[in-house]
C-alpha cells in the first residue's frame, strides 16, 4: 500500500479577524503550488493508471493547496463517484492516531493521497517511516509503503 502524506501550502498568518479554518493560501503558497503540479504527477503515476483516493482536509487552504495542485482532481463528469476527492471534517487538524485509525477503517488497499494540516500528518509521516521522516515543510509531501 503506498501512502501520499502531502501538507498544504503556505497559507495567511492566523489572525483573530479570520477563523483558521477560512484562511487561504498565500501568493507565495500558490507559486508553491505550481511547483508541486510539475512534481507529483510523477509521484502519482506509480501504479499503471490507477489514481489514488485522495483526501483532503475540509480547510480552505488544504482544498486550494488541491486545486491548484492537482488539476485533473476536480469533479467531472465521467470521473467514478470512488475517485472523487473525500473532505472528511476529522481530518481538520488532525493528530496522527486519527489518521491512523481512519486509515485502517477505510480497508482499501489502492494508493491514498493525504492533504492535511502538521502537527498531525509529520507525526504520522515519521510513525509509517520508522522515524526516518523530518517535519513536513508546507507543500512538502512524503511516500510512504511500496
Known sequence: MV????????????????PDFERPLRPKGIKQCSALAEAIPDVLEFTEGIRPRIWCSP?????????????????????ATEDLPRYP??????????????FLA???????LIIGH???ISDWAYELT????????????????N
Open 59 to 79: 480547510a480552505y487552504r488544504t482544498r486550494q493547496t488541491l486545486a491548484y495542485s492537482l488539476p485533473w482532481a476536480q469533479r467531472m463528469p465521467n470521473v
Open 106 to 112: 477505510d480497508g482499501n488497499d489502492r494508493p491514498l
Open 89 to 102: 471534517d476529522w481530518l481538520y487538524l488532525a493528530e496522527s492516531p486519527r489518521y491512523q485509525l481512519e
Open 130 to 145: 520508522g522515524g526516518k521522516a523530518s517535519p513536513l515543510g508546507t507543500c512538502h509531501f512524503i511516500v510512504c509503503g
Open 118 to 120: 502538521n502537527n498531525g
Open 3 to 18: 501512502i501520499i502524506l502531502l501538507r498544504h501550502a503556505k497559507a495567511v498568518p492566523s489572525t483573530g479577524d479570520l
